[in-house]
C-alpha cells in the first residue's frame, strides 16, 4: 500500500478541517454534467466535484478521493462506484473514528 500521499476520511461537515488538503468521502450523485459532480454527502451536506470524470457511469453512491478546494468543493482524482444502496450511517462513524480518538489507527 502506497502511504505517501494519504486521504483522510472525512464527510460534509469534516471537509472545512482539510481543505487544501488530499481527502476521501463518498457521495449520493444528484446531478452530473459536463461541469461536474453535485452530491449529497452522507451527513446531508451539498457538495460538488470538480475535474475530470470517470470513464464509466456513476452509481447512486460513489466514492471520491482529491483536494478539497473549500468546505464545499472538492477537485477529483479518483472515483470509485459504491453501488446503489449505502449504509451512510455507518460511514459517518467511520468518519468520526478517522478523525477522533482513533486518528492514529488511520492513514
Known sequence: MDTSNP???VNGGLMR???GRRIRT???V???DGGGVTGKST???QLVV???QPGFPLTTFVEVIGIADTDRSIRAEIWNNFGNTFDTQSYNQL???ANG???HLFI
Open 7 to 9: 486521504a483522510v476520511f
Open 17 to 19: 478541517m482539510y481543505v
Open 26 to 28: 463518498v457521495i449520493q
Open 30 to 32: 444528484i446531478q452530473s
Open 43 to 45: 451527513d446531508g451536506h
Open 50 to 52: 470538480k475535474g475530470p
Open 95 to 97: 468518519c468520526q473514528l
Open 101 to 103: 480518538e482513533f486518528k
